[in-house]
């Protein structure tokens, strides 16, 4: 059911590719020379081996800057056959599954032809009045030619984005909406601040054209900034998954602490981006619930939790008590990273608060308790009863939802209960992890759940 509309999205993308290509050859220019067009798709396929992971099932490359570039040199028809034919050769050397290659090649046709042809409708010039080697750039008409560079850049990127959302949330059996916030929104400025510099290439070129009548030239002198922005996008990469190592670390040593709780952070983080992408909010915002559900309960790896953690039997209320202060433990650990200030350490905090006002550590009620809080503590709740314990076997799923229903208003926020038992996304996240081995799930890479966003500049690549 699935593979039948992905191949439906495929065959849908590669049509309107087609008919872009098609359309946009009815005003091409003359070939612009093997030499001229061999290059741009030469460093296409170069930029493209350098592709980095994006968050979601896809990876990206500044490959799009030179597809851009070509595409303002010699226009669509050009420049969306340079980006059809770099996307091809450079995944069919990565071997990359043919069906992928061909939902890569027709979205970045698309992209290009459909970016150009609004470009001209809107009355864009070719070659643009910017470029250096066109006669009779006045200031007004390279004005408006600029101007609807970004228009042009703007279609491309949201052609891009759409397509590659599409095929992930089919894929993935995400929402489109998710998909497309965590890969794409907030991070759009940058998108269209990237592309600058395929105009920059462009005008280098055309420069080069004017100077010593061979444009190639002017690219070498390009190649050496991308790689430098390449380089710079790189080290960022690598600090984000520094970090994300970093709170695997944390993660894994609560969970050594806790025998009876492995791989329970990590389901409490997915249970609660679940929740929170069903209540509709935002992606920085699911993002900030995910990372504080994965840290609740770090606090426990203090030494005076350590006894207690192990102990078989009822805890006393001394024990009790001292086992409440893990809440605010956690929320002081997690305190230490300070982008972790403010939303995620008080979500933290008051993960144990009840809506009813009777939880701890502030004894907070209804909505004062922050939200990150009162989602993770549902979750909290439902992935107690969906495994298994010492002293009974996991609930089913009815079970659970009967649960939830009686503590609707006294333990829990009775909107967020609500939306979960009338979320299909949940049932099945419940069923899967109920049937996922616990220690695969321990293991299970959590580096795109928990990174921040990336500057898109890599996101306009693939699934
Ligand atoms: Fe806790």
Known sequence: MRASKVDLLIAGVLTLALASLWLSWQTASPFPGYWEFGSFILIAVILDQTSLPLRLSASGSISFVMHM???????????????????????????????????????????????????????????PAYLPSTEGGTLSLIQVDLALFFVFAAVYFAINSTAVSFAIALTSGRRFREVWSLNTRGVIWYDLGASILAMIVAWV???????????????????????????????????????????????????ARDPYTSGHSVRVSEFSRTIAVELGLSAKDVEAIETAALLHDVGKIHEEFAPLLRKEGRLTSEETALMQ???????????????????????????????????????????????????????????????????????????????????????????????????????????EAARTDDSALVSEPRSKRVSRPMASIWRVGRF
Not at 75 to 83: K, M, N, S, V
Not at 380 to 406: C, F
Request: proline share 3%; glycine share 12%.
């Open 69 to 127: 570039a070509c595409a303002i040199l010699f226009g669509g028809y050009w420049g969306g056959l340079a980006a059809g034919i770099s996307v091809g050769l450079a995944q069919t050397w990565e071997r990359v599954a043919t069906r992928k290659i061909a939902f890569n090649v027709g979205q970045r046709v698309l992209s290009v032809t459909a970016a150009v042809l609004m470009y001209r409708t809107l009355g864009g010039h070719f070659p």
């Open 205 to 255: 070129f055309s420069k080069s054209q004017q100077s010593w009548g061979f444009g190639p030239y002017g690219l070498f002198f390009v190649i050496g900034p991308l790689i430098v922005v390449r380089h710079i996008y790189g080290l960022y990469h690598q600090l984000q998954h520094s970090g994300q190592e970093l709170l695997q670390v944390m993660v894994k040593a609560i969970e």
């Open 325 to 431: 202060t893990h809440s605010t433990k956690s929320a002081d650990l997690v305190g230490i990273i300070s982008k972790f200030h403010g939303f995620i350490q008080e979500s933290v905090r008051h993960h144990h608060e009840r809506w009813d006002g009777q939880g701890y550590p502030a004894g907070l009620a209804g909505k004062s308790i922050p939200l990150g809080s009162r989602i993770i503590l549902i979750s909290d709740t439902i992935d107690a009863m969906t495994t298994d314990r010492p002293y009974r076997k996991r609930l089913g799923l009815d079970i659970v939802i009967a649960e939830l229903q009686k503590c609707k208003g006294t333990q829990f926020d009775p909107e967020i209960v609500d939306a979960v038992i009338s979320s299909v996304a949940f049932r099945r996240v419940i069923t």
